[in-house]
C-alpha cells in the first residue's frame, strides 16, 4: 500500500511540476526550475564597498527596513559665522546655507521606499530653509499658474516605477529625482563638505520629468533623462531637457562619471540651447582599516558648458558676447581610527561664468540690482577645510572653515542685503543700496542625522 502511495504521488508532482501551476508561488514550475539553474545575477555594485565616496551614502545598512517599505529620516541644522556679520544674517550665493549667525533648521526629511515585486515608488518630505532656498534659484515657477513653488517646495524626492530584469535590472521612474551634477550630493549627510564649492553649489540639485536607469553589469550604470528643464520645476520653452549620466566602477577603489545635458532653459529664448558636461573622477588611493590613518581619497572633478543663439554665442563672437561655464574643484579626505570615526577634508575650487546665466543671484534688493545680462563677467575661487567626528552611520558632527572670494561685490557685507536695520518690513530710504563685498570667510558648525 505504501508503494502504491509513493508511486501515486510521484507521477502527481511529476505532472505538476511539467504542467506548471498558473502562478501559484507555493506550485513548483519548470520556470522556477530553471530560474533554479541560472546563475544569480550580481546586483549593481554590490562587489564593492562604496561608502567612503564624495556624495554616497556613507551607511552600510539602513536602519529602518521592513519588508516592503525602507524607511528614512534625517535632521540637518548648522549655526554659521561669517566674519562679514551682515545685519539682516542673510547668507548670498549658497544653497547649503540660508543664515548667519543663527541656529539653522538647514533640513528635516522623512519619507520611503516602497518596492512591491516590480513595482516602485519614493517619497521624501523636507522642511526647513532648503524648501525656501531650492525653489528661490527656479525661475520656470513664474509662468502661468497654480505656485509651482509652493506645489514642490516641501518635496525633495517623489517618483514612482517600475523595475525591469532585464541584464543586471532597468529602472524607469516619473517625478522628481537627484541629479548628482556637480558630485555632492543634495544631503550634506553624503558630502565630505558642508559648504560644496562652485561646480556643485551652482548646477542642478534635483531634476523633474522621467528617468531611464540601465545597468549592464555590476559595475556600470546608465541613466537617461527626460526632463522638464535644468533644475526646473516647469518649463521655460517647448522643447523639454534630454540628458544621460555614465557611472563606471571598475573596482572598490575607483569611480568615473559624467553627466551630460542639453536644453532650452531662458524665459522667451526659445533657441537659445544650454549644453553642460559635467565629469568626476574618485579615487581611494590608501586602505588599511587597522592603521591610525585608516583610509585617504581624493575626488577631482571638471565642468564645461556653455548657452548658444538668441543673441549669445558659447566662447564670444559675431552672434553675441560670450556666455560658459568652466568650472573644477578637487577634495582630498583622510579617515583616521579603525572604525573610521574622524574624517578631515581639505579642498576647493573656481568658476569662470561670462554671462552669469548659472551664478546663484543673491537674495533680497540685491537680487534686484544683480546684472545677470549677456556680457557680464563672473569668476570665483574657493577653499575649504573640514573635520567630522562620525560616531556611528548614522550621525555626523561637523566643524568647517570656508573661505569664498568673487571677482565682483557678491557676498553679503555688514549693511545686508534686505534694508538699512536688515528687516524686509523696514522702507526703502532713496540713495541706499545692498552692501556686497568680494569676499567672506566662515565657520560651519554642524549636526546630521540620518536613519
Not at 574643484?329 to 561664468?353: I, L, P
Request: with cysteine; aromatic share 14%.
Amino acid at each position: 500500500m505504501k508503494k502504491k502511495l509513493l508511486l501515486i504521488s510521484s507521477v502527481f508532482l511529476s505532472v505538476t511540476a511539467f504542467a506548471g501551476t498558473n502562478g501559484d508561488s507555493t506550485g513548483v514550475t519548470t520556470d522556477t526550475i530553471a530560474e533554479k539553474q541560472k546563475a544569480p545575477v550580481a546586483e549593481t555594485y554590490a562587489f564593492g564597498d562604496f561608502t567612503w565616496m564624495n556624495g554616497n551614502d556613507r551607511r552600510h545598512a539602513p536602519l529602518l527596513q521592513s519588508k516592503y517599505v525602507t524607511w528614512m529620516a534625517m535632521v540637518d541644522v548648522n549655526y554659521s559665522l561669517s566674519d562679514q556679520h551682515p545685519i539682516d544674517n542673510t547668507v548670498v550665493g549658497s544653497t547649503a546655507l540660508a543664515r548667519n549667525n543663527e541656529l539653522e533648521l538647514s533640513c528635516a526629511q522623512i519619507g520611503g521606499e516602497y518596492n512591491y515585486k516590480n513595482t516602485r515608488a519614493k517619497i521624501a518630505l523636507q522642511l526647513g530653509t532648503r524648501a525656501t532656498i531650492i525653489p528661490r534659484n527656479d525661475n520656470s515657477t513664474n509662468r502661468g499658474q497654480y505656485d509651482l513653488a509652493d506645489a514642490y517646495r516641501y518635496i525633495s524626492e517623489a517618483y514612482a516605477g517600475r523595475h525591469f530584469d532585464v541584464w543586471h535590472g532597468i529602472n524607469v521612474d516619473a517625478g522628481i529625482f537627484m541629479s548628482y551634477i556637480g558630485l555632492f550630493s543634495y544631503y550634506n549627510a553624503e558630502n565630505w563638505a558642508y559648504q560644496p564649492s562652485y561646480t556643485s553649489d551652482n548646477t542642478p540639485w534635483f531634476f523633474n520629468g522621467i528617468r531611464t536607469q540601465i545597468f549592464p553589469t555590476e559595475k556600470l550604470k546608465v541613466e537617461l533623462w527626460l526632463i522638464n528643464g535644468w533644475q526646473s520645476y516647469g518649463k521655460f520653452n517647448t522643447a523639454p531637457g534630454a540628458g544621460f549620466s555614465l557611472d563606471y566602477r571598475p573596482n572598490e577603489s575607483v569611480k568615473f562619471i559624467t553627466n551630460d545635458y542639453i536644453g532650452t532653459d531662458t524665459q522667451d529664448k526659445p533657441d537659445r540651447i544650454r549644453f553642460h558636461s559635467d565629469n568626476s573622477v574618485l579615487v581611494r588611493y590608501y586602505n588599511r582599516p587597522s592603521g591610525f590613518i585608516s583610509r585617504c581619497a581624493f575626488s577631482v572633478t571638471g565642468d564645461i558648458g556653455f548657452e548658444n543663439g538668441d543673441g549669445v554665442t558659447a566662447f564670444g563672437g559675431a552672434g553675441g558676447p560670450a556666455q560658459n561655464f568652466i568650472s573644477g574643484m578637487a577634495y582630498n579626505r583622510v579617515w583616521f581610527g579603525k572604525d573610521r570615526h574622524f574624517g578631515w577634508t581639505f579642498g576647493g575650487g573656481f568658476m569662470h561664468n561670462p554671462g552669469r546665466y548659472l551664478v546663484l543671484v543673491p537674495t533680497g534688493v540685491a537680487g534686484q540690482q544683480f546684472d545677470a545680462s549677456p556680457g557680464t563677467q563672473f569668476d570665483a575661487w574657493d577653499l575649504s577645510t573640514t573635520l567630522d567626528w562620525m560616531p556611528d552611520d548614522h550621525t555626523t558632527f561637523r566643524l568647517e572653515y570656508v573661505h569664498r572670494a568673487a571677482s565682483i561685490p557678491y557676498f553679503a557685507g555688514p549693511g545686508g542685503v534686505t534694508s538699512p536695520d536688515g528687516y524686509i518690513n523696514t522702507p526703502i530710504p532713496a540713495g541706499w543700496s545692498p552692501d556686497l563685498v568680494k569676499s567672506e570667510s566662515r565657520i560651519i558648525l554642524a549636526l546630521i542625522v540620518r536613519l
